[in-house]
T-cell receptor, first 115, second 110 residues
Framework: DSGVTQTPKHLITATGQRVTLRCSPR?????VYWYQQSLDQGLQFLIH???????AKGNILERFSAQQFPDLHSELNLSSLELGDSALYFC??????????????FGQGTRLTVV | KNEVEQSPQNLTAQEGEFITINCSYS?????LHWLQQHPGGGIVSLFM???GKKKHGRLIATINIQEKHSSLHITASHPRDSAVYIC????????????FGKGTRLSVIA
């Protein structure tokens, strides 16, 4: 158990809908990262939050947004869903952010299926 | 071209074999992670290294910063080692997210 909790584990929804994925980081970890893993793309960085502030953005669509709350949990909001958004969404946490001496711990992922 | 390249893409081995998975990268990095993803989907961090070699049980990871290359070795492989192994790097000075390779799918047959 990595200590990072993601809910829900599975989500099936229709095109055009909006969903919220939740991540609770390890106790004491200030950084939360969101990653998307689709079959043909591998793991792609979406967005990074550190202590409530957005620190970096990757290949995140405008239809997607995220936030980190004062208790450090984070939510990833996906709206106007398309079939191509079907993927595994991972959250990872670390004390600071991945660097020389900081490991990242991954949640079990949320499998999103858009039908 | 991907900044992180792994080889092979797929690997099938007999139980007990010594396995090597390679990772090459084209950018300056501050550290490299080896990750394991089981069929259920969860990702586990195996190693984080910035120089030299690390060992944990039957797993050994090495990195050569000058040659921009890392290897993950599995000794005495077992069917439970079957998973996707992913190399990920921290580009530049370190305050950046991970950049991932596409993974190596390993199947170990009893």
């Amino acid at each position: 158990d990595s200590g990072v909790t993601q809910t829900p584990k599975h989500l099936i929804t229709a095109t055009g809908q909006r969903v919220t994925l939740r991540c609770s980081p390890r106790s004491g970890d200030l950084s939360v990262y969101w990653y998307q893993q689709s079959l043909d793309q591998g793991l792609q960085f979406l967005i990074h939050y550190y202590n409530g502030e957005e620190r970096a953005k990757g290949n995140i669509l405008e239809r997607f947004s995220a936030q980190q709350f004062p208790d450090l949990h984070s939510e990833l909001n996906l709206s106007s869903l398309e079939l191509g958004d079907s993927a595994l969404y991972f959250c990872a946490s670390s004390v600071a952010w991945p660097g020389m001496n900081t490991e990242a711990f991954f949640g079990q992922g949320t499998r999103l299926t858009v039908v | 071209k991907n900044e992180v390249e792994q080889s092979p893409q797929n690997l099938t081995a007999q139980e007990g074999e010594f396995i090597t998975i390679n990772c090459s990268y084209s950018v300056g990095i501050s550290a490299l992670h080896w990750l394991q993803q089981h069929p259920g989907g969860g990702i586990v961090s195996l190693f984080m290294l910035s120089s030299g070699k690390k060992k944990h049980g039957r797993l050994i990871a090495t990195i050569n910063i000058q040659e921009k290359h890392s290897s993950l070795h599995i000794t005495a492989s077992h069917p439970r080692d079957s998973a996707v192994y992913i190399c990920a790097v921290i580009v530049g000075s370190g305050n950046t997210p991970l950049v991932f390779g596409k993974g190596t799918r390993l199947s170990v047959i009893a």
